[in-house]
């Protein structure tokens, strides 16, 4: 069953943790001193969020998976509308060696389909603090996407 996923920059990690905590009615299923994460049922969501020295906001959204093949159902729904799909195996992603697959959106909002294998000890495996922020590849692929029946700029159909 899939489970939505959203992570989050924050600026200050306790206040957000205490705020989204108050906000879910539930503590964090995962706490680490740059990172928090909260495994909802109500609703079905992977929500974390970390503080590593990037801008506050979204950080990137997604999908996480059970399964092989669900993992495998969402690689190939990517593939069929060839959404320049970037495909990583046994990559450590905040504190979790996942298999997954990313896309952006036209916006260059980052989105992963995802099935978490293990838990690891340290932020992407990170050997310092000033390691990279987060999970996206850091040059995603950004495909423009253009309805069939798109009006020509300045047409006046719009």
Not at 18 to 24: D, G, I, K, N, P
Not at 30 to 38: C, I, N, R
Not at 82 to 88: A, F, H, I, Q, T
Not at 139 to 156: E, F
Request: aromatic content about 8%; proline content about 6%.
């Amino acid at each position: 069953m899939k489970r939505f996923h959203v992570h989050v920059s924050v600026d200050q990690l306790d206040d957000s943790i205490r705020f989204y905590s108050a906000m879910f009615n539930a503590q964090p299923t995962v706490q680490k001193p740059d990172y928090a994460k909260w495994m909802l049922e109500d609703p079905r969501i992977n929500f974390a969020i970390s503080q590593r020295g990037t801008p506050a906001g979204v950080d990137h959204l997604g999908f996480q998976v059970d399964s092989d093949d669900e993992l495998a159902a969402l690689q190939a729904q990517l593939q069929a509308a060839d959404l320049g799909v970037v495909s990583e195996t046994g990559t450590a992603c905040c504190y979790a060696e996942s298999d997954k697959h990313w896309v952006t959106d036209p916006s260059g909002i980052a989105w992963e389909s995802y099935r978490t294998l293990a838990a690891i000890p340290t932020f992407n495996r990170a050997r310092q603090e000033s390691e990279r922020a987060c999970c996206a590849p850091s040059q995603p692929t950004l495909q423009t996407i253009t309805p069939k029946n798109s009006c020509a700029p300045g047409s006046g159909c719009c």
